[in-house]
């Protein structure tokens, strides 16, 4: 049995779940608490778990027993166990009511075939489970859900290294951070070329995160686990003076939120220079600021449009990190590579300089959304097309990166601009374009426009038999 077909199977458990009201992400998080203590027996690791709340205990159980041995069991490891177990338990409660459907899940994966799951690493599953809820749409999870082609590039260009300690700052599942470790392991030779000081920093400190949602957390921590990383995942806000502490990294790779704060708040940080309650800027201005000095610490920051054309702060936070760092790249991606229809992104890559002045001379723009096929569920992303600009962006030579580029080309999608021009423009906008836009069209197909048709007519149907049981009620 393949990873996909078990997490087919697994995500087809949901189904069970509908009559006790439980939602997609609720499943996976209730998932979540059930194969850790499965993956723990599989990998003979449960010495950390107390006998009397392992996984044959629990399999042993049935009906109302087995109801209140779970919810006994969530709580006993939330509040008495250490490390990584009482991390992704604590807090943690059962959304399940019906003893029989929980029975069922237990029963369904203890039935699995760990054989192959094991061969096919444990990590990939659950991770497979994660993309999954993403591309639920009723799930909400993937609103803005980071499309794996794309972590994947953004990684590659940025080739993490033995010895640096690389961060996302909104890390959500630990997408990236779990891209970073795996090209550091598969470029050291399963970390078998490192000696046993820098493959235990590896493990234990390279690669880290921040997570202000707790169920998100759990999973990120989780995913983390099931990929042998023991590096720090915070439960807190970067945004907040929690986010003053970290600094000092070697390379940051994020997508964090879009939109404002809560009622228009700004952030509560108390170190930031330019103060809005506009979330990307100001993540925008943590993430720069948390880079080392140094000259080789370095970003990749997916941020949408308004980053590059908004006035007030948005135009002083621009210029800042045209100061402070060397903004040598801006790729536009697509629009339709996420959830949310009509979300305009880019990815802005940069690098800290030493000194805090004149660090950028010439932004190259990469336009890889003007002219583009239509994007979605039916056309997802693939890595080829990111072939033409991974060969532009030429790991930052700029001798190698003349070469694709051609004044002869007007409508080519690689152009550069000298820093006097990017100054020079009204607000020191970078939203720059020059190719044929397709940005306005309406980049569903007619069928993922029948789909949400249908979806909203579900939901609608729902909703009404709903409002009709409560009248019952009511009346009876």
Not at 31 to 47: D, R
Not at 232 to 251: A, C, H, R
Not at 372 to 396: Q, R, V
Request: charged fraction near 30%; proline fraction near 3%.
């Amino acid at each position: 049995m393949t990873t996909q077909e078990i997490v087919s199977k697994l995500w087809n458990l949901c189904n069970v779940l509908r009559d006790d009201g439980i939602t997609y992400h609720q499943y996976v998080t209730e998932l979540t608490y059930i194969l850790f203590l499965k993956m723990a027996k599989e990998t003979h690791a449960e010495e950390q778990i107390p006998a009397q709340y392992r996984w044959d205990e629990l399999k042993a159980k049935s009906g109302i027993e087995l109801k209140r041995f779970y919810k006994e069991l969530l709580v006993e490891l939330g509040d008495k166990t250490t490390g990584r177990i009482s991390e992704i338990y604590q807090g943690a409660a059962t959304n399940i009511d019906e003893p029989k459907n929980l029975e069922k899940i237990i029963t369904t994966i203890d039935g699995l075939d760990w054989y192959s799951a094991r061969e096919e690493e444990l990590g990939n599953l659950y991770e497979g489970l994660l993309e999954k809820n993403a591309n639920e749409k009723k799930s909400g999870a993937g609103q803005y859900f980071t499309p794996r082609v794309l972590i994947d590039v953004m990684t590659k260009l940025m080739k993490p290294q033995p010895g640096e300690r690389c961060n996302d700052p909104a890390c959500g599942t630990f997408g990236f951070m779990i891209a970073a470790h795996q090209y550091v392991y598969d470029h050291t030779d399963k970390f078998f070329d490192l000696d046993a000081d820098t493959a235990k920093f590896e493990r234990e400190e390279a690669f880290t995160g921040c997570e202000l949602v707790h169920d998100t957390h759990r999973l990120a921590l989780m995913n983390a686990m099931l990929h042998d990383i023991d590096g720090e995942i915070v439960l807190g806000d970067t945004l907040s003076n929690i986010g003053k502490s970290m600094n000092g990294y070697d390379l940051v790779l994020t997508n964090p939120p879009f939109g404002t704060k809560k009622g228009g708040e700004r952030a509560t940080r108390d170190d930031f220079t330019f103060s809005t309650s506009n979330k990307q800027l100001n993540f925008l201005q943590h993430i720069y600021r948390s880079l080392k000095t140094d000259g080789n610490a370095r970003a990749a920051v997916v941020l949408p449009d308004n980053v590059l054309f908004a006035d007030g702060d948005g135009e002083r936070i621009r210029k800042d990190l045209l100061e402070k760092c060397n903004l040598h790249t801006i790729l536009r991606l697509p629009i339709g590579i996420f959830y949310a229809q009509g979300v305009k992104t880019n990815v802005l890559f940069f690098t800290r300089g030493k000194t805090d002045k004149g660090n950028t001379k010439e932004v190259w723009i990469y336009d890889l959304r003007s002219d583009m096929p239509s994007f979605g569920k039916t056309n997802p992303l693939k890595p080829e097309h990111f072939n033409e600009f991974i060969a532009c962006y030429a790991d930052g030579d700029l001798s190698k990166r003349e070469e694709t580029y051609s004044e002869e080309n007007p409508n080519g999608r690689w152009r550069r601009f000298g820093i006097e021009d990017i100054m020079a423009r009204d607000k020191t906008s970078l939203d720059i374009t020059w190719m044929k836009s397709n940005d306005d069209a309406d980049d569903r197909t007619l069928g993922e426009l029948l789909e949400e048709i249908k979806e909203k007519s579900a939901n609608i149907a729902s909703a009404v038999a709903e409002l009709e049981k409560l009248i019952g009620d009511v009346e009876g």
